[in-house]
């Protein structure tokens, strides 16, 4: 929803006349399960996104965000 209000709805667009490729964030980035919380950071920062699937044998099984690597970040060292 952030991506079409940002995108469409503050600029007095019409959502019938703007296709997604319009909107979306690109480049269009995968992550895969095994990589590195910190690389996935980086990845991130160098793109400018804030979240990404998770793609393994092709298939999406899942996304990450910031908010899930800072969650989960404060979660494990408070333990």
């Not at 006349?17 to 895969?32: D, F, H, Q, S």
């Not at 998770?54 to 970040?73: H, K």
């Amino acid at each position: 929803m952030n991506d079409i209000a940002k995108k469409v709805l503050a600029n007095n667009r019409s959502l019938e006349r703007t296709n997604i490729y319009e909107i979306m964030t690109k480049p269009a980035l995968g992550v895969e399960p095994g990589m590195k919380v910190k690389n996935c950071a980086r990845l991130f920062e160098r793109f400018g996104i804030s979240r990404a699937p998770v793609i393994e044998n092709g298939q999406v099984i899942g996304m990450v965000s910031y908010n899930n690597m800072v969650v989960n970040g404060l979660l494990s060292s408070t333990e």
